[in-house]
């Protein structure tokens, strides 16, 4: 049976310093801290993220050419695939919009994916290049923002929203990107960061030193600043029409909430209540929550630790899949051109909705979770140079 060696790692939550011992298959081993999982061992899992990873990628290219969807109504019909409906948002002027969806469902992964090959290519065959470190930090960087699995939820979405107004057809191109989805998927599931690390710098030692007074309040400015932006936009993004529907010649515009209660009045009870909590719920909660962790951090608090910490991690985890509504609007208007028989346009909430869902995420990752179990050992530093 093979095992993954010993390590000696800090916990990225809280900074805790843990001795993990050598770990079998399917052993995992979590924070004693605060909970948080830190790594775990899987048989073959470098063969496994470089198999999913090539073949994600080669799906990925697959599904640009082929048809995607099809969309039929009044003897019209249009089809797109990936590619064409960018191209169709770019001839629209909306050409912001399709620069976010391009690189959030099919740059940003296809890069991800591509380092996840490298470093397991290099790993399978014990060779660490000077510039492999940079690969390992950017595919971090990059996995945030990879957001091809909201994508297709968005594209169902629209498939419920839009089934009574014409006839869909899926396309070769579909089933090929949720394949590189599902592969996407797993090569991140056996993607341990912290093995990888261990790998890649052996002889590095984490730092375990408490953040000083200027990182501390520099983290609680920015999140604050980040909030603030956030909270702003939201008016906007809540007041102003997201998506411009023409039907025969006539305009109708809807809110986010509009949208959410013409899918309940529509009996779409489970999309509206996706829509509704991804776009509504969940965009509120994260500035509560966030507005509540860093109050807490400037507050010198004490309680709840292990609490605070697992809600900030959840609340950084879910904060993309608001990028649901902004992906069901790209994927609408370049789906649905059909002249003066019904035509799709976003309206002006949609970029301050997205603007609203990045704001967030930069919050989240801006703020530091370390402050939270470090604000005892501060204190008692404060006391002991005291005079």
């Not at 953040?211 to 983290?219: E, F, G, K, V």
């Not at 930069?362 to 979770?369: C, G, K, N, Q, V």
Request: charged share 10%; with cysteine.
């Amino acid at each position: 049976m093979k095992y993954q060696p010993a390590l000696d790692v800090q916990c990225p939550l809280c900074a805790h310093q843990v001795s993990v011992p050598p770990l079998s298959h399917r052993q995992r081993a979590t924070c004693p801290n605060c909970g948080h999982f830190l790594t775990g061992y899987r048989n073959f899992q470098t063969e496994f993220v470089l198999g999913l990873s090539i073949a994600g990628v080669l799906f990925l290219l697959l599904s640009l050419p082929y048809q995607f969807l099809s969309f039929a109504s009044n003897g019209q019909k249009r089809e797109i695939n990936l590619t064409t409906g960018l191209e169709t948002l770019v001839s629209l002027d909306f050409l912001s919009l399709a620069v976010i969806t391009a690189l959030a469902t099919l740059i940003l992964p296809g890069l991800t994916l591509i380092g996840l090959a490298t470093l397991s290519f290099c790993r399978k065959f014990n060779h660490r290049p000077r510039w492999l470190a940079r690969v390992y930090r950017s595919v971090l960087q990059l996995i945030p923002w990879s957001m091809a699995e909201i994508f297709l939820v968005a594209t169902l979405v629209s498939l419920v929203k839009i089934t009574d107004l014409a006839t869909i057809e899926i396309g070769i191109g579909f089933i090929t990107f949720c394949l590189f989805i599902v592969c996407m998927s797993f090569s991140l599931f056996y993607f341990d960061r912290i093995s990888y690390h261990e790998w890649l710098q052996p002889s590095r030692q984490p730092d375990a030193a408490p953040l000083s007074t200027h990182q501390r309040q520099y983290s609680i400015q920015r999140t604050w600043a980040l909030l603030l932006t956030a909270c702003i936009l939201y008016i906007p993004a809540n007041t102003y029409p997201i998506m411009v529907t023409n039907l025969f010649g006539e305009s109708e515009p809807s809110t986010i909430m509009g949208g959410v209660i013409t899918l309940w009045q529509s009996k779409s009870y489970p999309i509206a209540i996706i829509i509704f909590f991804a776009s509504v719920v969940i965009p509120i909660a994260k500035l509560i929550i966030l507005a509540w962790l860093n109050w807490t951090v400037m507050r010198q608090s004490d309680m709840l630790k292990q609490h605070r910490t697992r809600l900030y991690y959840i609340t950084e985890w879910i904060g993309r899949w608001s990028m649901v509504d902004v992906f069901v609007v790209a994927l609408l208007v370049a789906l649905i051109q059909l002249g003066n028989t019904i035509s799709v346009f976003p309206g002006q909430a949609a970029l301050a909705f997205c603007a609203v869902v990045f704001f967030t995420m930069i919050a989240a990752m801006t703020f530091d979770s370390r402050l939270i179990w470090q604000q005892r050992e501060r204190l008692f530093e404060q006391h002991r140079t005291a005079p």
